[in-house]
């Protein structure tokens, strides 16, 4: 009875989707999309400059660094 | 307009596919979206229209699941079962609406037979059809008369095809207490089945000598 009852169910009709509403909705979701899709490339472009001046940055003041200690050590 | 179709829902996506749109989702790719879209929105719609009993939230509730997939795309976790998620987020703004409305189940069972149904289609007899028609319609009666509880875990097994810990874990329950409360609402399903039955047999033998 039990199977039978789950077969009944599932055998319903569909609800029939609103063509127009359904368009309206996916353009919304689109434009929803396409903001995150905006913002994660921004970042990702972000981050493709960030990361090499981090490194130059980072490179100056080890060089910086060096020439400081050799100075102090009475090589220059 | 009818508010059923009698054609077939599209099949739930498989697992492998499933992970790739998710992946493609999170990037913000609109195929993968209209993919998933093609794969859940009737079910959805389905599924809300029969829990709500009204068209009219139904396809709001269904706007709002949709928005709230694309709004928390960027951080849905790589794994994400995106079936069971659409559900989870369908049913909470169901609960949501309910609790705000103060929505009795009882109010609106009688609206029930107003509801109009589209003709079945497919049958291989105008006889047939008619029959599926009027079994289809005693059975939308027998679920629009039952607690939105046992209304919400039979759909969630027939209309989202969920297994059952999916469904129990829609549901906010343990897979156990799932069990039970389906098997529940499965008996008052048939027990409303009968009644209806019962009263249609009662309807008959006024107008019969």
């Not at chain 1, 493709?48 to 100056?60: D, I, N, Y």
């Not at chain 2, 008369?145 to 549901?171: F, I, N, Q």
Request: aromatic residues 6%; hydrophobic residues 45%.
């Amino acid at each position: 009875m039990t199977d039978s009852l789950s077969e009944l169910l599932a055998d319903l009709p569909p609800a029939a989707p609103d063509d127009a509403r359904s368009d309206r909705r996916r353009s919304r979701c689109h434009a929803v999309l396409a903001r995150h899709r905006s913002r994660h490339v921004d970042r990702r472009a972000v981050r493709r400059l960030w990361e090499p001046l981090v490194a130059g940055l980072g490179g100056l003041y080890v060089v910086a660094v060096i020439l400081e200690a050799l100075q102090l050590s009475g090589f220059r | 307009m009818s508010q059923f179709v009698c054609s077939s829902v599209p099949n739930a996506v498989d697992r492998e596919t499933e992970l790739a749109l998710v992946g493609r989702l999170r990037e913000g790719d609109a195929t993968a979206f209209d993919a998933i879209y093609e794969a859940f929105n009737v079910r959805l719609l389905t599924f809300l229209v029969r829990l709500s009993r009204r068209r009219d939230v139904a396809e709001d509730l269904l706007d709002e699941t949709w928005l709230r997939l694309v709004k928390h795309a960027p951080r849905l976790a790589e794994d994400t079962r995106i079936g069971a998620w659409l559900f989870t987020v369908a049913r909470n703004l169901h609960v949501s609406y309910v609790r705000s409305r103060m929505f009795e189940d009882s109010a609106s069972a009688g609206l029930m037979a107003l509801w109009p149904f589209s003709p079945a289609s497919g049958g291989s007899s105008p006889f047939e059809a008619a029959a599926a028609s009027e079994l289809h319609r005693r059975i939308e009666h027998a679920l629009a008369t039952l607690p939105r509880m046992s209304r919400e875990v039979l759909l969630l097994v027939a209309v989202g095809g969920l297994d059952h810990g999916a469904a129990a874990a829609v549901s906010g329950i343990s897979p156990e207490a799932f069990r039970q409360r389906l098997s529940r609402a499965r008996a008052q399903l048939a027990r409303a089945l009968d009644q209806d039955c019962r009263s249609g047999a009662v309807r008959l033998s006024e107008v019969t000598p």
